[in-house]
Each structure stands twice: as structure tokens, then as C-alpha cells.
């Protein structure tokens, strides 16, 4: 088996690894699983993997809350609150999102869809060639969401035990504000009420790719990418 993308792996065979893969994989790809499955982690390896963009709408809405617009005032108190924000707000998102020119060999989709009436607008607009579920038990979710933090200068993700900052980034590092247990709990009670039903959804139209997420970073990347390969035949 061929693994490519991890950090072992030297520029001409990632360079050999990547091409199966750009051919292969047409549409987009949905990174699917419960908040603080690993989705924003392996999205760089996949999006590397895929020359498919990364587009995070958690990400975008977080833009939008800092830049105090519309759409921000609008998304911030079910943010958090740990709730979804409006289907109708976050399809017109996407919908503009997949107008712009690098988005026309489908995009690296982390946290959309997060309903059926998202995927059910989803397979209007855009073909979905594989979504890859990362699947963490809801404990293991909690320790990993509280100890997490952000170096606001470079975006790079921390965790206090598994993965702390260095000490020069220590004291500037700073926690997500719906990252702490009491929305955390909420959150995952939005998972499993609104977005689980999804992987059936998913697994009916031969999409669905399950992936162990409770193991280390390397090792869920390398079984995303294999069952990514496998798929591309
Ligand atoms: P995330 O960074 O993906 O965990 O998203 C953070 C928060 O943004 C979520 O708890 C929701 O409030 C909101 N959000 C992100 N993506 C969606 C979506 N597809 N549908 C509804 N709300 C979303």
C-alpha cells in the first residue's frame, strides 16, 4: 500500500501519489463527523492529496462574526450557543462559495452539509463524489474540544495535553469561545439530533467512507487516504 502525504513521505513520491488522486476523485469532497473529530486537522492533507480547495464554514462564519457583518450578527448567537445556525443562511454560503473559479473541480466541503435539508440543496448544485466520516466517541470529543487552542498569529491548532504550544506561542494562544464543556454538550447533542442521520443518507448513495477518527493524526490521515485511493480505484 502506497502512503503518501505523511510527513515520511519525500516531494517526488508525494509528487507520484498525488496524480491518481486529481484524476480520480471528480466533485467534491465532504469531511463529516462530530465537532472536534479531526475534520479541520486532516483537511490540509486531503486538500493536498486532491488539489481540492478547503472550505470551512465554521471558518467563514467565524470571519463574518469578527468582521461584525450581516451575516455575522445573524450566525452568532447560535454559534454560541452551540446550535446550528439556519439552513437558509448557510446554503446561500455555500451556493456563492461554489461560484468562484477554483471551486470548479469541486471543493474539500469541512462542516457542510450538516443537515439533510443542506445535503438534499447540496446535490442540486454540486456532485459529491465521497464523504469521509470521522468517527469519534463523544468522550474522547470533549477532552479533546476543551484542551484545544489557537495561536491567533499563524491559525495553528494546540491541545494543552496531547499537543501543547511551544513556550514562545504558550501565552498567546487563545481558546475558541464555544470551545468549553456546557456548549460542547450542546453541540454534539446538534450532531447526533441533525447531522448523524446523514452517513445513512450518504451510505444509500455509495458515498460514505468510515474512518477509525480515535487514533493518532498520522494514522486517521493515512486511513483517509487509503480508503480515498481505494475508492479512486
Ligand atoms: P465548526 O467550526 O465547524 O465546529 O462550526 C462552528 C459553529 O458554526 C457550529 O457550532 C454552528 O453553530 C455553525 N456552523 C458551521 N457550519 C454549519 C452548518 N453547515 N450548518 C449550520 N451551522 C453551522
Redesign the pocket.
Known sequence: MVICGGSRTSHDALYLCLAPLRRAVDGSIVLFGP??AG??TQAARISLLTGKPQV???????AAVAADTELGRE?KS??E???????E??IGL?SERLKKPDAESGLLL??????IV?AESLDKIESVAAVVSIEVPDDAIVRRIVGRRMDPETGQIYHIDFNPPPEEIANRVVQ?K?DNEE?VRS?LS?YHEQTAPLANWYGERGVLLRIDGNKGIEVVGDSIESALLEMSG
Not at 56 to 62: F, K, N, W
Not at 81 to 87: F, K, N, W
Not at 110 to 115: A, F, K, Q, S, V
Open positions: 465537532p472536534g475534520k479541520g470551512s464554514t465554521g471558518d467563514m462564519l467565524r450566525a447560535y454559534m450557543a452551540g446550535l446550528l445556525v439556519p439552513d443562511v448557510i455555500i469541512d462542516g457542510y452539509p450538516r443537515t443542506q475558541r464555544d456548549t453541540r446538534a
